[in-house]
């Protein structure tokens, strides 16, 4: 479970770095988003496995995997909420779970899609519901590129 600890860090400071790098926070979204949908795409299968192997590890390695799971939250949340000023911390924070679960749900789904188009519409639907009403990007946005 070390190996997975190293990759939920390395993707924690991939978004950390992408937060603080990209001014524009509708921006620095769809960057997080592409990030997370490229690594859940590609470790798809590896994902159902860690998860499952989660549940058995020792309390103090759980809490470590949890906790890094938590600052990955914590870099979206803070990315919403300077986009979406209208937004509470718990509603950013609601928002970005369903969003999370939504993404690895959909992707962990074989639609006959080939993986860059399955990214492009889930990215595509996940900057329109954190975006908000009226606010969400158009098929032709810039920011799905």
């Known amino acids: 479970m070390i190996a997975f600890e190293r990759i939920l860090q390395r993707q924690l400071e991939d ?5 603080r790098e990209v001014d524009d926070p509708a921006e620095a979204l769809a960057a997080i988003l592409r990030h997370h949908l490229a690594f859940t795409l590609e ?8 998860k499952q192997e989660f549940r058995n590890l020792p309390g103090e390695d759980a809490w470590r995997l949890r906790r ?17 000023t209208d937004l509470s911390d718990g509603e950013a924070r609601a928002a970005v ?10 992707a962990a789904r074989r639609s006959g899609l080939p993986p860059d188009e399955v990214a492009e519409v ?21 920011l799905l590129t």
């Open 43 to 50: 470790a798809g299968d590896d994902l159902a496995a860690w």
């Open 122 to 142: 889930l990215c595509g639907m996940a900057l329109a519901a954190l975006c908000g009403p009226n606010r969400g990007p158009s098929a032709s946005d810039p």
């Open 97 to 106: 779970y369903a969003i999370m679960a939504f993404l690895q749900s959909a």
């Open 15 to 19: 978004i950390g770095r992408i937060a």
């Open 68 to 84: 890094i799971q938590r600052l990955y939250v914590e870099e979206w949340v803070n990315v919403v909420v300077r986009m979406r």
